[in-house]
């Protein structure tokens, strides 16, 4: 019989990259954002018997992620190994509407829920260090060669500047603008997006380096931008950085014409975010109603989902 009568919770929200995918997995920096309109939610309850696993995605099936399901009993296992507590007497439900392989980080929200929930249940205290370091051994399974920065990003309530290696630097959004989220109904397949780059390294060793390195130059000017509260300057870099993430393969044809109807319906800049090749597209605008006009421009252009996100509203701490 277990003894246990309370519920452990964890919670953890979606990402969004501004700049600097792919970029950062080669030491370049980045910044992303997080995203609290796609979130997921795990509850451990007491059970007795075998461990119970229920997951609910808001959208596909988990047969259609078999990443993600990989992740989770990973996840579960190596948690379960550090806590020295046997995978019985207890059920974990996870609820999600983080879309799965769309570059919004769904593989490291459900895996830091996860963490999270399990230490709660068991009263365990957790550490950001023992978080990402219990994260990234599912993230290795997730994408090949982690950057870090989905494990740290959907953990974290602020945006960050962040390069691989180094402590991540809480960094407000102090810009007056607006970014639409459209989600191409696509799967990213991240993995394979960023083995292709590192292919891409092998074949054209400078050409490549030289493009991921000006995706690094993009992301420290489009701080300055921010900083400086300059949105066309930053639209500018975004475009400036969907044209190297289309040299380094990892755009789409979808991605392309979701872009191009962005920009058409007057974003100020628009570019891939995440792992490519597929997945979300993200756009620039200062006003509200041209956000309106763009995000109604990405639906009928066949967005599975869109949102939009008003900058500098994140909790900084
Ligand atoms: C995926 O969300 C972002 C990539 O840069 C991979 C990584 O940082 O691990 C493509």
């Known amino acids: ?17 501004l700049m600097g995918e792919h970029a950062v997995v080669h030491g370049e920096p980045s910044i992303a954002i997080p995203f609290p309109e796609a979130a997921v939610e795990a509850v451990v309850c007491p059970l007795d018997g075998p461990a119970e696993l229920d997951c609910y995605y808001h ?6 992620a078999p990443i993600t399901v990989a992740n989770l009993i990973t996840t579960i296992e190596t948690t ?45 205290a957790l550490t950001t260090e023992d ?35 180094q402590p991540f630097i809480p960094f407000p959004l102090k810009i007056r603008a607006y970014l639409i989220v459209a989600d191409t109904g696509v799967m990213g397949e991240t993995k394979e997006a ?42 500018q870099q975004m475009n400036e950085a969907q ?22 319906s007057g974003a100020l800049g628009a570019k891939l975010t995440g792992g490519g ?15 309106e006009q763009i995000e109604q421009a990405l639906i009928e252009a066949g967005a599975a989902n869109t949102w939009i996100y008003k900058m500098g509203d994140e909790e900084i701490g």
């Open 80 to 124: 379960l190994k550090r806590l020295d507590q046997p995978l019985k007497n207890f059920k974990l439900t996870i609820q999600s509407t983080v879309p799965p392989e769309r570059g919004m980080g769904s593989s490291a929200a459900v895996a830091v829920a996860i963490v999270r929930a399990l230490h709660d249940y068991f009263d365990r």
């Open 277 to 291: 090749r597929g997945g979300c597209m993200i756009a620039l605008a200062t006003e509200k109603e041209t956000a």
């Open 194 to 235: 960023v083995g292709d780059v590192m292919q891409l390294l092998k074949q054209e060793p400078e050409k490549t380096q030289d493009a991921l390195h000006r995706l690094g130059n993009l992301a420290k000017q489009a701080k300055t931008a921010i900083e400086a509260d300059q949105p066309e300057n930053l639209g």
């Open 243 to 264: 044209q190297l993430l289309k040299e380094l393969t990892v755009s789409s044809e979808r991605l392309d014409t979701f872009v191009a109807a962005a920009l058409a």
């Open 1 to 17: 019989m277990t003894t246990m009568s309370k519920k452990g919770k964890g919670t953890a929200t979606g990402k969004i990259i």
């Open 59 to 64: 959208q596909g099936a988990m047969s259609d």
């Open 131 to 165: 978080l990402l370091e219990l994260v990234g051994v599912s993230e290795k399974i997730a994408h090949g060669n982690p950057s870090g920065l989905d494990a740290i990003m959907t953990s974290s309530r602020t945006p960050i500047y962040y390069i691989k290696g």
